[in-house]
């Protein structure tokens, strides 16, 4: 009697936290709390009107209502190839080369579906974005973590992934700048990853998500700025963070041919392509530089130096990250850095994302996303600070 039970691979997905953290902001808000959410990344700045108007105008072109193209509108893979060889100098060939998606993390989580076989590696960054894991896991892919540590600036040291696990890995997903800890990485590293993949036989996934939010002129690199990435990897990219455009969903993959020809295998089977207005609007959004870009990322940095100030005064030393709107820092004698996000929430309203939700590395830290304006930000740690101390989290203070 009943329904049938879900399928084990739906049930052994990682534990997801979100649904916690947002039952915890229910309660604080119901308890009269006033909310400053500092968890989701995505800024209070909205999307560029140029980029606006061009959906608008595109919606009235009835052309724009029938199937987009499954792999993606012509003109905006086009677009991404003439911006991939504007900003990093690669080449790409916009009939093989390039697949859009409706969000990357629709791109993400389809290359596990099209390259592993169940108990194939997948190689996940810990602490790492959680697409990764729950998109391999859905593949019933065996998640292999490597670690990001602090000491080595959160960029990994391939040479620790044991040889017998690398020889059975499929993939690796890597992510610079990088969420959730803000890390970057020169062009060197990609580098290696290539020099790994070849040796492994494995396809690299680089998540170029924040490749345009940086500062202190920091410029990142493409993974196919390498020579021989292209045999081995592709990259997933996304306006979302860029153009201020999380809710459009407008996603991509370039590189190697044949994956992102397997990708599109899935993508037929499981998809459709994208409304056609939006990738028009797409289109339009990566042939102009937005004038706002660099306002957005002046005013990410000065929230970025407050947040670092503040952390300074309370005792927990932070480098200031150069790329992505996070900052991720250790809480001293955290060991649970869930409870103490939803206590956090309960107590001051101000909402952080706890570590462990990025892996088990992640346990102790949290994580700040810049997404509210300064005044907003200063209230958030004017209400964090006698919380902390009156619970001796912080009790090292300085001046200022
Ligand atoms: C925000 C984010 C994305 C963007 O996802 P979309 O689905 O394109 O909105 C991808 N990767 C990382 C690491 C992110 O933080």
Redo the contacts with the bound molecule.
């Keep these: 009697m009943g329904l049938p039970d879900m399928a084990k691979r739906l049930k052994k997905l990682p534990f997801y936290l979100y649904p916690t953290i947002e039952r915890a902001t229910e309660k604080a808000k119901k308890g009269g709390r006033s909310i400053i959410d500092l968890s989701t990344?995505?800024p209070e700045f909205g999307t560029p009107a140029y980029i606006i108007n061009s959906l608008q105008r595109a919606c009235e072109n009835p052309m724009t209502h029938r199937y987009g193209n499954v792999m993606g509108y012509r003109p905006f893979r086009e677009a991404i190839a003439r911006w991939y060889k504007k900003r990093f100098n690669v080449n790409l060939d916009p009939e093989k080369e390039v697949i859009t998606?409706v969000?990357?993390?629709?791109g993400?989580a389809f290359l596990p579906q099209a390259f592993i076989e169940p108990g194939d590696i997948a190689l996940i960054p810990d602490p790492g974005?959680p697409?990764y894991r729950y998109a391999a896991a859905f593949a019933s892919a065996r998640l292999e973590t490597f670690p990001l540590r602090p000491e080595n600036s959160y960029v990994p040291d391939l040479s620790e992934i044991p040889e017998p696990i690398a020889a059975k890995a499929k993939m690796i997903f890597l992510?610079y700048p990088?969420?959730p800890t803000g890390a970057t990485v020169e062009k060197s590293f990609f580098e290696e990853a290539v020099l790994f993949a070849k040796k492994f036989n494995l396809i690299i996934c680089h998540?170029a998500?924040?490749s345009e939010v940086v500062f202190d002129g920091y410029r990142a690199p493409s993974l196919l700025e390498i020579p021989e990435a292209k045999d081995v990897g592709v990259e997933?990219h996304?306006?979302?963070?860029t153009y201020c455009m999380?809710g459009w969903?407008?996603?991509f993959a370039v590189g190697n041919e044949k994956i992102i020809n397997a990708l599109l295998e899935v993508k037929r089977v499981s998809a459709s392509g994208h409304f056609t207005a939006m990738e028009i609007a797409g289109t339009t959004a990566l042939e102009t530089e937005p004038a706002e870009l660099n306002e957005n990322n002046a005013r990410l940095r000065q929230r970025r130096d407050f947040v670092i100030g503040e952390l300074q005064r309370f005792g927990i030393e932070v480098r200031p990250p150069r790329g992505?709107f996070y900052i991720w820092f250790p809480v001293q004698g955290c060991s649970d850095s869930l409870s103490l996000c939803v206590s956090l929430i309960l107590n001051t309203g101000v909402v952080t994302f706890p570590g462990i939700g990025y892996g088990e590395n992640g346990e102790g830290y949290l994580r700040i996303a810049t997404v509210q304006d300064l005044p907003k930000i200063e209230e958030a740690f004017a209400r964090l600070e006698p919380y902390l101390k009156e619970k001796q989290i912080i009790t090292q203070m300085g001046t200022s």
């Design positions: 990344g995505e998606f969000g990357s993390k629709e993400i974005y697409t992510n990088n969420n998540d998500a924040y997933v996304t306006l979302s963070k999380t969903r407008l996603g992505s």
